[in-house]
């Protein structure tokens, strides 16, 4: 996770925003370690390997069974977690992590300063292909391996003993123990990776480092999880067990949680947040999000910048969140979302910048399309969205469908596909525009133009623009705040003007959760920890 230098300002920026979503307050709570947490997961996990996962639903099983050198609390201030402490050289270049001596795997096995560098170094191989490797170019040498130019001896991460991990990185980062809590940091069993290549999707054969262990999983049915007995700080794992049943569809999540099958579930349908706020049944929190589309800028027609400016342009984001969406969501008129700080103290990013276009902005959008050589959307070619299987998903693109053709001409059709499919369409570029969210890794702008460079992993765009890559390195290289913040502002209007995605809104987060869970632990970029959670 990526902070930036000034570290007082990226506190008061997270401790305003994340929450303690259930703390034990009363002296009468009783925790009842017999009775499982049972959180209804929103998608089958495509994989639970650290190294290769990039979705939400991944995340919020894998922070659950693995643990980093460090761990974010409710402030996202990053703490002691599988390091005990650490160091830094007085030129902000090395890192020197102390392993616990008690820290284990769920097999009993030493947790060791080998165990990171290893998974570090296998994350960063081209072998892998890893969607995420760029989190580690931090890392010297990690891009120049990462890109076939150097060998993993050159990677500045090294076990200088089992107990004691060193750290090379490219250039300063005050925030590095931040971006340590991030599961691509996350540590790997060697043994277990390398004696069975299906290991991060057979739930027997998972070994992690975490507060709970996997003890089944029937793909897309269910996944439970007990206690590590193993896990250095067991004594603070207050359930004994975890049931996650997987349910795709967020009316079947809901039908779940007011039956009293779950205790917790996310995205209930957006036609029912009326009713559920009356009834007290969801909790609206704040998440540094975005929720946008993706242009497949290497065809036609979106390879044309005025007929992705006139698409984008032809929105009514103001009728999309009152009308459809309705969880308090804001219209999003720029890519990166508030919540982050700007160089000076106090500000915000997007306070800092400005909105780039109007919304709903038709005769603009008109303007544009004719330019672009479709007047009123004469000969345009029939065009299809592309979303993951979920109904808001598909209110959105429905609503997306009607606003077009009325304000542009153009047929739109509308399609959807289960997520693992969806999430290689996205990566193949089998697509016209596709659905896309980002939440951010950290409370830093970095997490949201660092997406769309060439190299990222997640630029599910076709886009490139050197310019732009210039500018993210500058702003990942510099420890002044102001050059940082000019730096990555820049990169934005580029990104804007060239417009490869269309931001709809900046996403709120709906949870259903029952009164009597306590303990969890929720940061403003949707981790959720089980750690210390509970049913009263």
């Not at 795997?105 to 170094?121: L, M, Q």
């Not at 009325?406 to 697509?431: A, C, M, P, S, Y």
Request: charged share 25%; net charge neutral.
């Amino acid at each position: 996770m990526s902070w930036k230098k000034v570290f007082s300002l990226v506190l008061v920026v997270a401790m305003t925003g994340a929450i303690i979503a259930g703390c034990a307050n009363s002296k009468t709570t009783r925790p009842d370690a017999h009775k499982p947490i049972r959180y209804a997961l929103e998608s089958e996990p495509e994989t639970l390997d650290p190294r290769k996962m990039t979705g939400s639903p991944e995340m919020h099983v894998v922070v659950q069974i693995f643990e980093g050198l460090t761990t974010l609390d409710a402030n996202s201030t990053p703490l002691p977690a599988a390091a005990e402490r650490w160091d830094v050289s007085s030129d902000g270049l090395t890192y020197k992590f102390y392993i616990r001596a008690n820290a284990k795997w769920s097999n009993g096995d030493p947790v060791t300063a080998h165990d990171f560098e290893y998974a570090w170094k296998t994350a960063l191989s081209p072998e892998l292909g890893s969607k995420y490797a760029d989190q580690l170019y931090y890392l010297k040498n990690g891009e120049e391996y990462n890109t076939r130019k150097t060998a993993a001896d050159q990677v500045g991460v090294k076990a200088l003993d089992d107990k004691t991990l060193e750290v090379t990185l490219k250039e300063p980062c005050a925030y590095f123990p931040s971006l340590t809590a991030f599961y691509t940091y996350f540590p790997v069993h060697k043994k277990t990776v390398e004696a069975n290549p299906a290991w991060a999707s057979d739930g027997k054969s998972i070994i992690g480092n975490g507060p709970f262990k996997i003890t089944d999983w029937v793909h897309n049915g269910n996944m439970n999880f007990v206690k590590n007995e193993y896990y250095w700080d067991s004594a603070k794992v207050k359930t004994t067990a975890l049931e996650l049943p997987i349910a795709d569809s967020n009316t079947t999540r809901l039908a779940m949680f007011e039956n009293n099958q779950v205790d917790i579930a996310m995205d209930p349908p957006n036609a029912e947040l009326e009713r559920l706020k009356k009834e007290n049944k969801v909790t609206i929190f704040p998440l540094l999000a975005t929720y946008f589309y993706n242009f497949n800028v290497t065809k036609a027609p979106f390879d044309n910048v005025k007929v992705r400016k006139a698409f984008a342009l032809a929105i009514d984001r103001e009728a999309i969140v009152q009308t459809v969406t309705r969880g308090g969501q804001v219209p999003a008129l720029a890519w990166v979302p508030p919540g982050v700080p700007d160089a000076k103290a106090g500000d915000d990013f997007r306070k800092a910048g400005s909105d780039f276009y109007r919304n709903n902005d038709i005769e603009t959008a008109k303007k544009l399309l004719a330019e672009a050589g479709y007047p009123d959307g004469k000969g345009f070619p029939v065009i299809t969205i592309t979303y993951n299987t979920l109904e808001n998903h598909k209110a959105i693109a429905e609503a997306l469908q009607e606003m077009w053709k009325k304000n542009l001409g153009v047929e739109v059709k509308i399609t959807n596909q289960e997520w693992k499919v969806f999430l290689n369409t996205r990566r193949q570029l089998d697509f016209q525009i596709s659905r896309d969210g980002w939440v951010g890794d950290y409370p830093d702008a970095l997490t949201f133009i660092g997406l769309f460079t060439s190299y990222s992993g997640n630029n599910s765009t076709g886009w490139k623009n050197s310019r732009y890559d210039a500018l993210v390195a500058q702003a990942k290289g510099s420890l002044d705040p102001a050059v940082r913040m000019k730096a990555m502002h820049e990169a934005e209007k580029i990104l804007m003007e060239d417009m490869p995605i269309v931001p709809i809104y900046y996403y709120t987060q709906p949870w259903c959760i029952k009164p009597n869970l306590k303990g969890y632990v929720r940061t403003i970029t949707d981790v959720i920890y089980f750690k210390e959670a509970y049913v009263e």
